[in-house]
């Protein structure tokens, strides 16, 4: 994958992951189309940045599918076509059952899944017609297991995850790329809220810098930090009995 004049579709682009992307992507000289529901974080980002390479940012829902249309069609009329295609926007909710919460699962599922599917939906046709492009999903490092109150979050990624390798297979012969990225915890607003130790927690700048190395070999899969990549692959052959016990322990409070 080359940055360089590429059109970068980039969701999530106001905060953590994404805001870091936007900030390391310009670097590389790629014209960026951000997109985000708060466009005043995007516009004060593009103030700092626009002279790097070619910015525009757009206000969006990715839960709501003509948004979506429509930005689409924006972006295409702006930048005349899309190369790639991160899509990263994401929410995540601590549910216990002793406060279960439909809603929470609903704008979990609508952001984390429908949110990437509404884009790829959209990407698909232009794509396998010119041959070429590139779909990025962020999904996580939790879509192995069934994580004591971050059982939407896992599920959602987990649906992620196995969307993603599907299209994988099926958009090879298009010559149209599919990436999957799994990040452990990294520093953002979305992990400041957790309430528990949060092991090998790495800083979003580190996590960025991984996400565009691995782009740039065209790995499938990109999985970082690598110590608790290993753990959830662990997690994941482990008997379930085992790994219940395990799960059920109480995490350690996290210190201030």
């Known amino acids: ?3 360089k004049n590429s059109v970068v579709l980039l969701t999530g682009a106001s905060s953590g992951i994404g805001y870091q992307l936007a900030k390391d992507l310009s670097l590389e000289g790629a014209r960026l189309a951000l997109i985000s529901r708060r466009t005043e974080i995007l516009e004060s980002l593009v103030n700092q940045i626009g002279g790097q390479s070619e910015i525009k940012y757009y206000k969006c829902d990715v839960t709501v599918k003509d948004e979506v249309h429509n930005t689409i069609e924006l972006i295409i009329k702006d930048f005349g076509n899309i190369d790639i295609a991160i899509l990263n926007s994401g929410v995540s909710y601590r ?8 809603s929470e699962a609903e704008t979990t599922f609508n952001t984390n899944v429908f949110g990437q599917i509404y884009f790829i939906e959209e990407l698909i046709p232009d794509f396998i017609k010119n041959k070429k492009g590139y779909i990025v999903g962020i999904s996580s490092l939790a879509d192995g297991k069934g994580f004591p ?24 012969k298009y010559n149209v790329k599919v990436i999957t990225v799994k990040p452990g915890f990294v520093r953002t607003a979305m992990t400041d809220k ?9 800083d979003v700048e580190k996590g960025s810098k991984i996400i565009i190395k691995g ?20 997690l994941r052959m482990i008997p379930t009995k085992l790994f219940e016990a395990l799960a059920s322990k109480e995490l350690k409070p996290r210190t201030k």
């Not at 987990?158 to 299209?167: G, H, Q, R």
């Open 95 to 102: 549910s216990s059952v002793l406060n279960y919460n439909s």
């Open 1 to 3: 994958m080359n940055f």
């Open 194 to 202: 957790n309430e528990f130790e949060m092991p090998f927690l790495m």
């Open 215 to 234: 782009l740039k070999k065209d790995k499938r899969i990109i999985e970082f930090p690598w110590q608790t990549t290993i753990g959830a692959k662990i």
């Open 149 to 172: 109150k971050s059982g939407f979050y896992a599920a959602s990624k987990a649906a992620v995850t196995i969307i993603l390798e599907s299209l994988r297979i099926e958009l090879k």
